[in-house]
């Protein structure tokens, strides 16, 4: 079976739940909800840093990589003594209590400016890069690794290539040789339930209208940009496009079992209750609800329209990794919405 990769929460019994179905996790990826420590998502209550460490010592032999993947940060965190003195005492900290593998980020200044900083203390961690860093091709990765290399962090022993890959088995193909014939030491992991759309136009201006609100440069609209202009406005114009986002179902994985050596799973800010439904659905392979109750960002529509996991028809997988993405001029996804969908009002209609 294919090892998952999932959010660490220090919140209930998630933990010890983790800790249950730790033979079939590769790792945990966890936020400090600390802006000395920004991440992709807007900053939530922090529970506290003894909490979080508290949590991730329950998980024996589990790789821990803690989130640095804002995608951008305000200049002067480049270069602030004060700012980056910050990031490493946190750091400093859970090296101190727990044996933290890395640092995912997504802002390679960030990156280097904490390594120039303390050169000695991120000797210890890797530099992984965040899946928004859309690494879509080997020279986009060869690239990346090449940066990696000018800062005193360990190379990654792990990459996630951009979730469109997931639909793209040429391109993946291309990106995993390139992996195994350079660096074989590094791992090959999918992101299997983001669930936004393919090849999303909207992801590099909200990733960095995130930070903006994070930083406090602006107030939050991102919701309100998404739902008037955006994605979801796009994914209740056509449902089609819900089918077409590269997600990876659970009965899908093992289309992957030999190709790759892990399953990302997103969702830590939607709480226990989903992130327990869908790391066990994925385990188990299967999933008889709603497919968007499993989704992250397409999840926010899971009380407006139902997609029956099993209703879907088995040449899904065939059929969305071998088109030729032309939503426009295809229409098949749409067909097999409007065939298996159940929704509420407003009705799944173009507008």
């Not at 079976?1 to 730790?22: K, Q």
């Not at 859309?134 to 996630?160: H, N, Q, W, Y």
């Not at 609100?213 to 056509?238: H, K, P």
Request: aromatic share 8%; with cysteine.
């Amino acid at each position: 079976m294919v090892p998952f990769d999932v959010p660490f929460v220090p919140d209930g019994d998630y933990p010890e739940f983790l800790a249950r179905h730790a033979a079939s996790l590769a790792s945990v990826h966890f936020s400090l909800y600390d802006q000395r420590l920004a991440d992709s998502r807007h900053r939530m209550k922090s529970p506290g840093l003894d909490k979080i460490i508290e949590g991730l010592s329950s998980l024996t032999g589990v790789k821990k990589f803690v989130l640095m993947n804002a995608r951008l940060h305000a200049p002067g965190r480049y270069f602030g003594k004060t700012c980056l003195d910050e990031t490493a005492r946190r750091l400093e900290h859970i090296l101190e209590r727990t044996d933290l593998s890395g640092v995912i980020f997504a802002d390679p200044y960030f990156l280097q400016a904490l390594s120039d900083m303390h050169p000695e203390l991120v000797s210890s961690l890797e530099a992984v890069p965040s899946v928004n860093c859309m690494l879509d091709s080997p020279e986009r990765l060869f690239a990346m690794l090449t940066m990696i290399d000018g800062t005193m962090f360990k190379p990654p022993s792990r990459i996630v290539p951009d979730r469109a890959l997931n639909r793209n088995p040429s391109r993946l193909d291309k990106i995993i040789n390139a992996v195994r014939s350079l660096y074989p030491t590094i791992k090959i992991h999918l992101l299997a339930n983001e669930g936004c759309l393919l090849q999303c136009p909207y992801k590099p201006a909200h990733d960095a209208h995130i930070s903006m609100v994070n930083e406090g440069l602006c107030r939050e609209r991102t919701f309100a940009m998404n739902r008037d202009l955006g994605c979801v406005r796009r994914l209740l114009q056509d449902p089609g496009l819900m089918l077409a986002s590269p997600f990876i179902r659970p009965e899908d994985v093992l289309w992957y079992q030999g190709q790759v050596d892990g399953i990302k799973l997103c969702g830590r800010t939607k709480g226990i209750t989903f992130l327990k439904r869908t790391i066990t659905a994925y385990i188990d392979g299967s999933y008889t609800g709603n497919l968007l109750d499993l989704m992250d960002a397409m999840g926010d529509l899971a009380n407006r329209v139902t997609i029956p996991n099993k209703s879907l028809p088995d040449k899904l997988f065939t059929q969305v990794t071998t088109c030729d993405k032309n939503c426009l001029g295809c229409g098949w996804c749409e067909g097999i919405m409007h065939s298996v969908a159940e929704h509420s009002e407003p009705r799944l209609s173009r507008l």
